[in-house]
């Protein structure tokens, strides 16, 4: 794999893909996804890591997840057609399970979470952590499902937006694995100004 100098590079290269080339086109999911995968591995490495063969699947994961809202809103201008619509969805089930998956596995190679601080008290932690990743993906697929049953524009765009917003909850509870509370509700924090922009600039 590149040293950590061309993730930057090749991040900057997949958004001009993106916005020049793929965003019209079937490969457009695929590109957008691997822009936040890339935006996810600047941090981590940034940071020291990935340190663990598992910490390679949460960028994937959240890479999976994106090109799911990326897919699932592709028709949201017009009635989305519900086979598009269930695959974006299942995109990013896939995505959350892959964050989730190696977030556990990372978990248990190094005996807990650092949730909390205090040495040897994250064993414990994995099953709470994992019920609130759970929960968090729940919702976003609950939404998912509703513009299934209702592919009108209002019902996509609203399950879209909802997607969008619960990357950041994502990014939280993924950092209050790997770094504690303190960071997590920093990252959690970032909502505030998504609600507030989102009012004059769309996030779908």
């Keep these: 794999m590149p040293s950590w100098p061309w993730w930057g590079p090749l991040l900057a290269a997949a958004i001009w893909i ?26 981590m490495t940034a940071a020291g890591g ?3 063969a598992p910490h390679w699947l949460i960028p994937a994961g959240i890479g999976l997840y994106v090109a799911g809202i990326t897919l699932y ?6 009635t989305s057609r519900r086979a598009m619509l269930v695959r974006g969805a299942m995109t990013m089930a896939a995505g959350i399970l892959l964050v989730g998956t190696g977030t556990v596995l990372a ?3 190094t005996g807990g979470l650092p949730w909390g601080g205090l040495p040897g008290a994250g064993a414990g932690r994995l099953a ?3 019920l609130l990743l759970a929960m968090v ?10 513009g299934v049953a209702d592919p009108s524009p209002p019902r ?9 917003m619960s990357l950041v909850t994502i990014d939280a509870v993924l950092v209050l694995a790997a ?15 998504f609600v507030l922009l989102r009012r004059v600039i769309p996030p779908t």
């Design 137 to 146: 993906g729940s919702s976003v697929l609950f939404r998912a499902l509703v």
């Design 50 to 52: 990935p340190r663990l």
């Design 128 to 130: 709470p952590w994992t």
């Design 73 to 78: 809103a592709r028709d949201e201008a017009a």
């Design 156 to 164: 996509v765009r609203a399950a879209v937006g909802n997607a969008i």
């Design 179 to 193: 770094c504690g509370e303190p960071w997590a509700v920093v990252v959690l924090a970032l909502l505030a100004p």
């Design 18 to 43: 993106y916005d020049r080339h793929a965003k019209a086109t079937p490969f457009g999911p695929a590109v957008m996804g691997a822009c936040r995968a890339l935006n996810w591995l600047v941090g």
């Design 107 to 109: 978990a248990r190679e």
